[in-house]
């Protein structure tokens, strides 16, 4: 059984950072490509960040030079590093693989000074 979990989240300042991380488990972490997205109130969910499994990414031009994605295939971990954040990224952020089949529970990101 896939299982995603995310940790990370939390309460930041505006210009602050934070680091998200999702433990994968199973064998989808090491055929599949791993993305995270993030859901404001009354929003679509979005792509915030890709990655293959052999490190190419992609980001949403809304987060681009801020949030940098990564993988350690080692650990089956992906993460998220948010840098320089603003209220606007306000939002629950899901960890999926690449397109999206399988979801983690979410992990709250709160901007707000």
């Known amino acids: 059984q896939v299982q995603l979990v995310e940790s990370g989240g939390g309460l930041v300042q505006p210009g602050g950072s934070l680091r998200l991380s999702c433990a994968a488990s199973?064998?989808?972490?090491?055929?599949?490509?791993m993305g995270w997205y993030r859901q404001a109130p009354g929003k679509q969910r979005e792509l915030v960040a890709a990655?293959?499994?052999?490190?190419?990414?992609n980001y949403a031009d809304s987060v681009k030079g801020r949030f940098t994605i990564s993988r350690d295939n080692a650990k089956n971990t992906v993460y998220l590093q948010m840098n320089n954040l603003k209220p606007e990224d306000t939002a629950v952020y899901y960890c999926?693989?690449?397109?999206?089949?399988?979801w983690g529970q979410g992990t709250q990101v709160t901007v707000s000074s």
């Open positions: 999926s693989d690449y397109p999206p089949d399988y």
């Open positions: 199973g064998s989808i972490f090491s055929i599949n490509a």
């Open positions: 990655i293959t499994t052999g490190g190419s990414t």
